[in-house]
């Protein structure tokens, strides 16, 4: 039976190396649909290993979450990079979500416009984003340093809203969630 | 890839390479914690670019050692030249082969060193120009006899990492404790972190005790005496004031009883501010209210921005050719469909016996060739 710690280091690691590659696909997939890149033939295979290497990432983050907080020294959320780091994989998760779930429903229909290419590209650069800056939150935590400390961070501060307006941000999220599936399926092509 | 493209990808990677070697040095310092000599020699990457360091480290302790009674060592740093940050790190070794070396590795416990934890390594930032300093451990012996100390000092300078560790050995021999030597119990852990504002109750345990002055010092403050009732056999407690400001406090202690009077080692206490707490609900509604509104925004975006398609299972006109005209193959299957779907002329005698109009429509044809009774009844 392996520590909490050890599964923690192996799931992080998971985590951060697919949404690594997912975010630089996502980045070639963006100079591809924006023309920057005009090879028509890297276009199917940057799509393919950005939204599997996403999906895989996204299965690995609850693991990776749930251990992290059972190895965290100390009972419970004791710092406030701890609750940031936890902000920022939810927000990494919400992102990744959003992408899975559109190019799963909408199938190539995402590649139609570069409307729609260009959000499929920059949330899923978000998600990649979110996802590295959570891991460099915990070297900050563990080490006291990590490589984006140039960026100085705030990492100490917590923006913590009333509970009433996570509530109410729940709800709205919960309902855009369902209304955008909804429409979603009403023009899926799958059937 | 060309020539030109091999000879700039070879240039990136050796500039990478190149870079990595100086890169790894951590000039910040890397923290107290326990360490063998080996980190001394290669935290700052490849041990092979360390200097040696100029520092004279002298090891020193009490005459009189006892197993099982904490004292201290200490350890004087002279002649130092550092780097600009003024970062210096301290190792406290029993050898110096570069793995297992720590005074816990023969059998020493560390309860304190001069910055309030408990490591064998302890860096301190030393102010400009400042050329000497010391730092010191409590470390209590659980064995009898000889011990040999050494002692390492890692810091930067000039652009280098330097270090330097003592080349014989400083030897402290643990000695058997007498009977009735009044002592903190064998089992004592000093406490080593306090909470800011709030008053410390110290709580020590003896053995062979009558009486016992516990004194408490500041840095470059005068040595204060602190209250002290006893709540049972062998038991004390000791009240220090309350921190206004993180900072290290001093304590020592001084017991009184059948044998020769004993004054442990001083003893650091740092005051924190207490530790942070936060409503956890809030917190976890937050984040889960961050997922759900994320991902649904970007579902509501996505489908208001993606062109709707017009789609029915029960619609196959795109398997159909663009023109049935421009297609000779489907023009004959519908001439041959057409024909066929002309009714069969009447016999003489209208329809056969029990024939309907019905059938001879899709029959007729059947019946004029033969196939039924050869087109006769």
Redesign the interface.
């Known amino acids: 039976m392996i520590s909490p710690e050890t599964f923690h280091v192996v799931s992080t690691e998971l985590v951060v190396g697919a949404f690594s590659v997912s975010g630089l696909s996502f980045l070639f997939c963006l100079l591809l649909h924006l023309d920057v890149l005009k090879k028509e033939d890297w276009k199917p295979l940057f799509d393919n290993v950005a939204h599997f290497t996403l999906a895989f990432g996204l299965a690995a983050t609850p693991f990776a979450v749930l251990s992290g907080l059972s190895s965290a020294p100390?009972d419970?959320?004791?710092?406030?990079i701890l609750?940031n780091k936890?902000?920022l994989s939810?927000?990494g998760?919400?992102?990744a979500?959003?992408?899975f779930?559109?190019r799963w429903r909408?199938s190539q229909?995402?590649w139609?416009?570069s409307?729609?290419a260009t959000?499929?590209c920059i949330?899923g650069l978000a998600a990649c984003g979110s996802m590295l800056l959570t891991a460099s939150a915990g070297g900050t935590f563990l080490r006291?340093?990590s490589l984006i400390d140039v960026l100085s961070l705030p990492y100490e501060t917590?923006l913590?809203?009333?509970?009433a307006i996570?509530?109410i941000?729940?709800a709205?999220?919960?309902?855009?969630?369902?209304?955008?599936?909804l429409?979603?399926n009403?023009?899926s092509?799958v059937? | 890839m060309n020539f030109n493209q091999r000879v700039y990808t070879v240039l990136f990677l050796s500039i990478l390479l190149i870079g990595s070697a100086y890169g790894a040095a951590e000039p910040g310092g890397n923290g107290d914690a326990t360490r063998d000599m080996q980190c001394g020699g290669a935290c700052h990457g490849d041990a092979a670019l360390n200097e040696t360091s100029l520092a004279t480290l002298t090891l020193s302790s009490p005459s009189t050692v006892y197993a099982g009674i904490p004292t201290t060592l200490t350890l004087t740093a002279t002649n130092l030249s550092l780097s600009s940050t003024g970062v210096v790190g301290f190792f406290l070794l029993t050898d110096t082969t570069g793995h297992s070396d720590t005074p816990q590795d023969a059998g020493w416990e560390i309860l304190s060193d001069s910055n309030g934890g408990s490591a064998n390594y302890v860096e301190q930032t030393l102010s400009s120009g400042q050329a000497e300093t010391s730092v010191s451990w409590v470390v209590r012996s659980s064995n009898e006899g000889f011990t040999p100390f050494y002692a390492a000092i890692h810091h930067g300078g000039s652009s280098k990492p330097f270090f330097a560790v003592t080349s014989t050995g400083y030897d402290v021999e643990a000695k058997e404790i007498p009977e009735n030597l009044p002592r903190l119990a064998a089992d004592f852990i000093p406490q080593s972190t306090r909470i800011l504002d709030v008053p410390t109750v110290l709580t020590l345990q003896t053995e062979f005790t009558e009486s016992v002055q516990v004194q408490w010092k500041v840095e470059g403050g005068a040595v204060m005496s602190a209250q002290v009732n006893t709540s049972g056999d062998n038991m004390w407690s000791a009240t220090l004031p309350a921190a206004l400001q993180p900072a290290t406090l001093q304590w020592r202690a001084v017991l009184q009883g059948e044998g020769p009077d004993q004054t442990t080692p001083w003893f650091t206490l740092t005051a924190e501010e207490a530790g942070w707490e936060i409503e956890e609900f809030a917190v976890y509604l937050q984040a889960f209210s961050l997922l759900f509104l994320i991902a649904g925004a970007v579902l509501a975006l996505q489908s208001r921005l993606t062109p709707r398609e017009v789609s029915s299972k029960y619609d196959q006109t795109d398997l159909l050719p663009l023109s049935l005209d421009a297609d000779p193959a489907i023009e004959s299957v519908t001439e041959g469909l057409s024909e066929e779907s002309e009714t069969a002329p009447l016999p003489a005698g209208g329809l056969p016996n029990g024939w309907n109009e019905d059938q001879w429509k899709w029959y007729g044809h059947d019946y004029l060739a033969g196939k039924y009774g050869g087109g006769q009844e």
């Open positions: 100390g419970g959320l004791n710092s406030p609750v936890m902000f939810m927000t998760m919400g992102f979500i959003g992408v779930i559109s909408l229909r995402v139609a416009t409307k729609t959000v499929q949330t006291g340093e917590v913590l809203f009333p509970t996570s509530g941000g729940l709205i999220g919960i309902g855009l969630l369902v209304l955008g599936w429409r979603m009403a023009a092509s059937h």
